[in-house]
């Protein structure tokens, strides 16, 4: 197995204020004699100048399964758990999900967020409040729009690139407080747009790019809480109340994320050492939570975002459908689930739709019955092989002199896409079709060795990929989920070809279907049926389950809610109320 380079961790000095400080104790040492002794005047006495003890900070210790550098929240290489808390802590939203799960205007960021009506082409105002700054003092302004849309719509690996491409223009008004945001053509799913705003006065002129100018944290916060310093070795990151934010104070001082294995999880949450835990336990750990009884209170939080198995068709290998199909049918999907989740809570979610995930709303299993196997079907492998020219040869499939031998990628930073990766391979082999694995940074997987024009010159020279384990966003626009999962790039203002999708699938037939779902000319319902019916068919993609993680809450940790939608509970956090630390040498 080859593997990709791990990102360089360090230790991020702390944040106070707008200013970034680095701290070091230096100790003093001298040869002067000690001062002389002088009894007290007992006729006399001094006023007290002693101060009195400062309370304790009041903090919240929350433990994760990992914390790896990497905190992009737009970005498929850092879709994580510790990248959507740290967003949710962090950054700012036009939009947020309501208590019945849809969209609301954030209050505290905007005054309004408005269709223009009469305006020449579909355009949107936004009004951000006056006072909504971020922690270095600069305010949070039009070019912080500009700046994510600039990046989403161009930048490869992306998220959920889609409705930002349908933007032709962002315009700044009254000082960069007002915001005109100007379509191509009508977008349905406008209010999905501009969350988690990024600093742009920080990043534009980063000396990093892009994919990796997020690895260490964010460099200044809009959020009640602002990172204090993250040590990625110790597995510990400290964030403190924003003194500069303008909304409602966090109710506790310090939040604590503290990266702890499975059986020290469970530990932790007995002794009291965790307030809450967040992470993604396997069957034995979930039984070990649950013999700690009333001590604490569990909730399974579905992630936003589907496993699945892309076989893309563009990969010499995998170019004949026939080919595709054979690997489908070679692949036992609930030991690759069982592989994946180990037990835990995904395994419960799992996914048989090509574009929504089991738990949003409005999903409905969309996989033809009978399109594949429960278990490895050999005798179809060997059909549908020699219908697409192969022989079994040695205990190989050969045809024209050269065995089938497929490359599975998987991101080197997640264990448990690897684990999946490896389990597939192992099946393939089982059934004579030779298969490598290969873990590349995400970065590379997703921003380089997929999203390459698969027609263009420099196709393949990053390594060729046949097959890749990949999560599928959800909970956005469920027309621009699919369009930025399965539709064809299109071309910048500058006819400039834009990035392909993970799956590098394009369908020029399919492509006016996407559009008129994209601008609600289509509902997602009829749109979906046609193109899940053609994915299905083509096997392009193999769906496995919807990501989950277990929600462990002591009596300690008040105001601990699992959030609305697909916000997750650090969406609260600002209501959360802790224990006084027991020391505060941080």
Known sequence: MSQGRRRTRRVVPLLVGPVLVSISLVAGCTNAPPPQLVAPNPTTSEPSTSTPAQPMPIEVVVGLDELEGGFNPHTLADLSPTSSALAGLMLPSVFRPGADGALQLDTNLMDSAEIVPGAEKFTVRYRIKREASWSDGAPIAAEDFVYLWEQLKSQPGVA????????????????????DVTFSRPFAGWQTLFNNLLPAHLLRSAPRGWATVLDDGYPASGGPFAIRQIDLDRGEIILERNDRYWGPPAKSDRIVLRALDKPRQVEALRSGDSHLAMFSPDARTVQSLRELGDQVQLMTVPRPATMEMLLRQDSRALADTKVRQAVMAA???????????????????????????????????????????????????????TDAGYQRTGGSWIRDGRPLNLVIAAPFEHEGYIKIAEAAAQQLRDQGIQATVVTPTGDQLFGDMLATDPHSAEAGTSGTVDMAVAPRPAGGDPAATMASSYGCP????????????AAGFCDELLQPTIDAALSGKLSFQQASTNVESVLWRDAIALPLYQQAQVLALTKEARGVQPGNGFAGPFSTAADWLGTPAENDGY
């Open 490 to 501: 299109g071309v910048d203002t500058d006819d400039q070809p834009l990035p392909y999708n």
């Open 331 to 385: 692949l036992d999907r609930p030991a690759l689930i069982e592989a994946g989740t180990e037990g835990g809570p995904g395994d419960q979610l799992h996914a048989h739709a090509q574009v929504l995930a089991p738990s949003e709303h409005g999903y409905t299993p969309t996989e033809p019955a009978g399109a594949l196997p429960k278990k490895p079907d050999r005798a179809q492998v060997e059909r549908l092989l």
């Open 160 to 179: 959920d690139p889609a409705g930002y491409r349908l933007i032709d223009d962002v315009a700044s008004r009254q000082g960069g407080k007002t915001v």
